[in-house]
């Protein structure tokens, strides 16, 4: 009897298996973005309303800033230099083709820590790491996920972004934006498909847990739909002029901070940023936490702003942002990029046509385009990520161009890419247009 199995069963089965394990990653993710997010969230509203509440303590940010940056310190100092940003642990996973997951529960602390004290930074860094840690785990104690675990690890890491800014293409093109080859071979075969499951799988469980248990942060608030007229356009030169100043600023500081860093020894340079972190809070709140709820705020209060003010704000946001990256007050950068961006445009939009909505709203989208682009160089990652906030058929050409598409990028792979979402998007009815938006560009 003949119990050899066809090669087309052998075949079938592998695949099923593929798809399994890529939802079960996505799921995971999901449920760890929920995670972080909702400790987060207790945490902050712990430290920063219940407690301040029930006592009169005087420079309590200062106090709190100070007293959690020197736990930072010393945990790092014990633990390692965590969390690693996206950036970090992709260039691992190419240069060693593995990525250590033994630390996963101390990536997990560390990436809460500067959270919780209301450092400038945003929630990415450290998540990616935990999802690519898990699946070299799996490839390592798991036979039939041996082969595929490095394309694992890009699916966790682009899921868990995707799940954490509320926008599922952004997390795609901004693991696979690397190079012509990657993008090319993203629309070949089963990839695509592939993502698709994992982020059905994340967005799904996320959406789940936060019905039942309460979301953690909200996300990025989405601005109205505007009317863009010729004036915008004429100053839309003038609109990435600024953005670029800032993306220029933003490296700058961040190597100039980087290089002071390296004189402060271990615990101090924490302790320091804390401090810097306190007094700046302590004058301008603003200026604290990732910027996701401030832009809230901002959005409803800005005519309150003197345009120089906003503009003040833009740099020293960016300047306090590196400032606890590169001293020890980790955490990603997307969310205080995209806050000062925002700052940036309301300003030199209301210096330039008054306090006017749909012009400042088109300020702040082409400035935060630009600066993003300056600094990613990744246009389709940029463009998906601004989907979340801004309208989507009114500006998202502009919001493309603005990040670098034209001047930068003139591949057949990527223009077939963006002809197929401006179709796309330009077939919708306003309404659909306005919900697609809204929930974070599910195309």
């Not at 490095?150 to 693991?175: C, D, K, T, W």
């Not at 500006?395 to 990527?414: A, C, P």
Request: hydrophobic share 45%.
């Amino acid at each position: 009897m003949n119990n050899t199995k066809s090669p087309k069963n052998v075949s079938l089965k592998n695949q099923l298996e593929l798809w399994l394990f890529c939802a079960l990653i996505g799921a995971v993710a999901g449920a760890l973005v929920w995670i972080l997010l909702k400790i987060m969230a207790v945490g902050t509203e712990f430290l920063w309303k219940w407690l301040p509440g029930k006592t009169s303590v005087p420079y309590y940010t200062i106090l709190i800033c100070v007293a959690g940056a020197a736990i930072i310190g010393i945990f790092r100092k014990i633990f390692g230099d965590y969390p690693e940003n996206l950036e970090t642990v992709m260039e691992k996973v190419r240069a060693e083709k593995r990525y250590e997951y033994k630390n996963m529960l101390v990536m997990m602390v560390a990436a809460l820590l500067p959270l919780l004290i209301g450092s400038s930074v945003g929630p990415e860094a450290g998540l990616t790491g935990i999802i690519v840690g898990l699946c070299y785990w799996a490839g390592d104690n798991l036979k039939f996920a041996k082969q595929n675990t490095r394309n694992y690890s890009q699916i966790g890491a682009a899921v868990s972004m995707s799940v954490l800014f509320h926008a599922p293409l952004f997390g795609i093109f901004e693991v696979e934006e690397n190079s012509e080859e990657d993008l090319a071979a993203l629309t070949k075969g089963s990839k695509l498909f592939i993502y698709g499951i994992a982020l059905a799988a994340g967005t799904g469980i996320y959406a789940g847990l936060s019905a039942l248990f309460g979301a953690g942060l909200s996300g990025f608030p989405s601005f109205d739909m505007v009317e863009i007229q010729r004036k915008d356009y004429l100053l839309m030169i003038l609109y990435i002029l600024c953005g670029l100043i800032l993306a220029y600023f933003y490296q700058a500081t961040h190597k100039l901070t980087g290089n002071i860093s390296n004189r402060f020894p271990a615990v101090v340079r924490e302790i320091f940023a804390g401090l810097c972190l306190g007094i700046t809070g302590s004058f301008l709140p603003v200026l604290m936490f990732s910027g996701e709820e401030q832009m809230g705020t901002l959005m409803k209060t800005y005519t309150s702003y003197l345009p120089l003010a906003l503009i003040g704000i833009a740099f020293f946001k960016l300047l306090l942002t590196n400032l606890c990256i590169q001293f020890g007050l980790k955490g990603g950068h997307f969310f205080p990029v995209i806050f000062a961006g925002v700052c940036m445009g309301y300003g030199v939009a209301m210096l330039t046509c008054g306090p006017d909505g749909g012009h400042v709203v088109f300020g702040a989208a082409i400035v935060t385009a630009s600066l993003l682009g300056g600094i990613m160089k990744k246009p389709l990652a940029v463009t998906m990520l601004l989907f979340l906030c801004f309208p989507v058929k009114n500006v998202y050409l502009d919001i493309y161009r603005s990040s670098g598409w034209e001047q930068t990028y003139h591949t057949q792979t990527r223009a077939g890419t963006f002809c197929k979402l401006q179709q796309a998007i330009e077939s919708l009815p306003d309404k659909k247009n306005h919900d697609i938006r809204k929930h974070g560009c599910m195309l």
